[in-house]
Each structure stands twice: as structure tokens, then as C-alpha cells.
């Protein structure tokens, strides 16, 4: 699908208010639960319980999704923010041409 340029304006809002990373799981095995914290702090970002729809090893997986999250969300708010800009400047060269018959295939 397609984001519109308020939707990423809200991402990038949302990685702005949380805490400041980059953040670590831990108890990414069999333990009873997992937390994320700042790396480097004692500051607690989530603790992840293990219940009857989540094992132990599930609510590791996630502790590490979300702790992977505050570097990756802004790395792929810059990515699309930076194809966004290529594919603006590749529309403006190509916009001479895009009605002319050498694109057209054959």
C-alpha cells in the first residue's frame, strides 16, 4: 500500500516522543519473562510476561522486536523519506519524456 506523507510525518512524531535508545532485551530464551531496557540505563522500557497465549520464548522474540525497533523504525523512516525524495527528483528528468513515444514500448 501507499503512506501518505501525514502518516509518516506520525511515525516520526511517535520515534521522537519515546525514549531515547538504543535499547537491549533480555530473557530472549526459556526464561519466565522479558524485558526491554535502554542500553546503558536502568531505565525499564517493558517487561513482557509469558501467559496462556504467549510462552516464555515468545515474549523474548517480541522483547527483541521491540527493543530492535527504536533503531530500525527511524533508519526505515529515513530510507522512505530518502527513495521519496529520489523518485520526486527521477519524476521531475523524466517528466519531459513521459508522453513521448520513446517510452512507449514497442
Known sequence: GTMSNDELLAIAARVDAATPGPWE???????????????????LICDLLPNALRS??????DAAFIAHARQD?????????RLQ??????????????????LKGP
Open 56 to 61: 516464555a520464548e515468545q515474549a523474548g522474540m
Open 25 to 43: 532485551a533480555e530473557g530472549r530464551d526459556l526464561e519466565a519473562e522479558a524485558s526491554v531496557w535502554v542500553t546503558g540505563a536502568a531505565i
Open 85 to 102: 525524495a529520489e523518485n520526486d527528483r527521477l519524476r521531475g528528468v523524466a517528466a519531459p519524456y513521459y508522453h513521448s513515444e520513446e
Open 73 to 81: 523504525v527511524p533508519a526505515l523512516v529515513a530510507l522512505v523519506r
